[in-house]
């Protein structure tokens, strides 16, 4: 396959965006190789979501701004894989016949081999499993960043939130094994990265089909005790299960950050319990007192959906209600989406769209408020920032560099003098700045430099960047907490764009344009 060009189109949660990272380290171990920026890609390859309708929209919409240029170019081939190919199956070839491959969630692996027999046999290859195959961990991966990793602990869920086609297209919760876990964070932090981010859809529960239900937070204490591993975030945890030595471990963890993404989905009992999320708002509540008391700078960030089925207005002022008092750092907004085969699907008591609409905008706007109550919070306090490629789009314009505060907060920053000459301050490199400025969905730092700290993260974009191959190598354009309103890039060329899929905070709701 030497030379010829692949680029993976993410759409989806944080899950899909490291399974892209596996599918373009699959694709570059056939001998694919990145497609060059501006240039056509010979194989597409679109890693799909199912969560919400819109998702399926987005999908058919592409495929058909990709028709006319399989039809000049019939050698060009397209794969669909992922939870809507996983959902779909042959309907994606029925809806668009030029695409040449279909694999689902369970056998990613399969891609190569699928993309060389469609083009042998010239004919469409569809191959689904009902069961994983291969943990994708065990696949080679080409990671979109030097200095933050994904690193899955577990995939599928046991869960039946009445809303969610996940399980059905993931399957039931399969959890790795804490020592393959540790050895994969001890390699990517051996290779430069300072920053690793705990994946699976519900890591409280990891450990019990180990028959260890203690083992998430002994993960993260072990996390603790890797040398030089700075920063450990997860993603995401269920308040049934949320437990205190969890809370503990985090708080007594000095590398795991003081930030917690935890989705509430309604404040409202009566719809909880229809959800068949199995805690109640004071739980919730709880939860998030006792993460304060143990890390009082903790930002806290949510996911709640609106206009769930029989959601009435006194449900609703619940939701308003709990995001008054939690005040969340930021919050994924979502209007509920029927997903056919689920429970929800089937309920009584349709919410009317306007009526839905009207509530969105309204949760939206307090949750702005808060959001950028918090931030102006932190005007004045000195953050440690760890510089990212890509995460602010006017960085070029305004002079300023971006990355993360230690609680996921996204800042942009001024650096004048010789720090602001090309490569001294790398992606990956931490720095020490004071806040300036608060607004809505990120911070500014025009201050001056406290100290700026030059790591192995640096040192390796700087090596692939001499080789050519520096930056995030994952680019996209959409970003959420939930990463479902994302959809990203991998096998782009280096250097270009942001990540898929910021780490932590949430920054914007998914309807709107990510504002500076
Ligand atoms: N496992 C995570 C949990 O339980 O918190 C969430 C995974 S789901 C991919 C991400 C988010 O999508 C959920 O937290 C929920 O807010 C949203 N979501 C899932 N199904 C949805 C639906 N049918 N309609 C609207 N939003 C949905
Ligand atoms: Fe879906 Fe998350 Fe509920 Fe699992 S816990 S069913 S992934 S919403």
Not at 43 to 51: G, H, L, Q, S
Not at 122 to 142: D, G, N, T
Not at 442 to 462: K, N, Y
């Amino acid at each position: 396959m030497s030379g010829r060009s692949y680029q993976v189109r993410t759409f989806g949660c944080q899950m899909n965006v490291h399974d892209s990272e596996r599918l373009a380290g699959l694709l570059e171990s056939a001998g694919y190789v990145p497609v060059a920026e501006g240039s056509d890609a010979d194989i597409v390859v679109f890693n799909t979501c199912a969560v919400r309708e819109n998702a399926d929209n987005r999908l058919y919409g592409n495929l058909g701004h990709l028709y006319p240029a399989k039809k000049k170019n019939p050698a060009m081939q397209i794969a669909v894989g992922g939870c809507l190919a996983q959902k779909d199956r042959s309907v994606i070839r029925d809806r668009a016949p030029w695409v040449d491959v279909v694999f689902g969630t369970h056998n990613l692996h399969r891609l190569p081999v699928l993309l060389e027999r469609a083009r042998h046999n010239a004919a469409a290859q569809v191959e689904i499993a009902e069961a994983l195959e291969v943990f994708p961990s065990s696949l080679p991966a080409r990671r979109a960043s030097q200095h933050s990793a994904w690193v899955s602990i577990s995939v599928g869920c046991d869960n039946t939130c009445t809303f969610c086609i996940v399980p059905s297209l993931r399957g039931g919760e399969r959890d790795r094994r804490p020592g393959d876990v540790l050895a994969e964070v001890e390699a990517l932090v051996a290779e430069g990265a300072l920053e690793i981010t705990l994946l699976g859809q519900n890591v409280n529960s990891y450990g019990r089909s180990l028959g260890d239900p203690g083992a998430f937070a002994r993960l993260l204490r072990a996390c603790g005790r890797v040398e030089g591993l700075e920063r450990v975030r997860f993603t995401s945890p269920h308040p049934r299960d949320f437990t205190d030595d969890v809370i503990e471990a985090m708080a007594l963890t000095p590398n795991v950050c003081p930030q917690l993404h935890m989705p509430l989905q309604s404040g409202s009992d009566a719809v909880l319990r229809r959800m068949r999320r199995s805690y109640r708002r004071d739980r919730f509540l709880g939860i998030v007192e006792r993460v304060r008391a143990a890390m009082p700078d903790a930002a806290i960030t949510t996911d709640i959906i609106v206009g769930f089925p029989g959601e009435t207005e006194a449900d609703f002022a619940d939701t308003l209600d709990l995001v008054r008092t939690a005040r969340f750092a930021g919050a994924f907004t979502f209007k509920y989406s029927p997903r056919p085969g689920t429970p929800a699907a089937e309920m009584d008591g349709e919410v009317d769209p306007a009526v839905v609409s009207e509530r969105y905008e309204r949760l939206a706007s307090l949750q702005d408020e808060m959001s950028w109550a918090g931030n102006r919070a932190q005007v004045g306090r000195q953050v440690e920032i760890l510089v990212s490629e890509g995460e602010g789009r006017k960085d070029s314009e305004t002079g300023r560099l971006s990355g993360r505060a230690r609680d996921g907060r996204l800042v942009h920053l001024l650096v004048t003098g010789p720090h602001a000459e090309d490569g001294v301050v790398r992606p990956g490199d931490v720095i020490e700045t004071v806040v300036t400025r608060g607004a809505p969905h990120h911070l500014t730092a025009d201050g001056p430099l406290l100290s700026h700290r030059r790591t192995r993260a640096g040192d390796a974009w700087e090596a692939a960047r001499s080789r050519g191959a520096a930056g995030d190598r994952t680019t996209g354009e959409g970003t959420a907490g939930d990463g479902t309103a994302g959809e990203g890039t991998a096998g782009a060329a280096a250097g270009a764009g942001r990540p898929a899929v910021a780490l932590g905070m949430p920054t914007m709701r998914p309807s709107s344009p990510a504002s500076r």
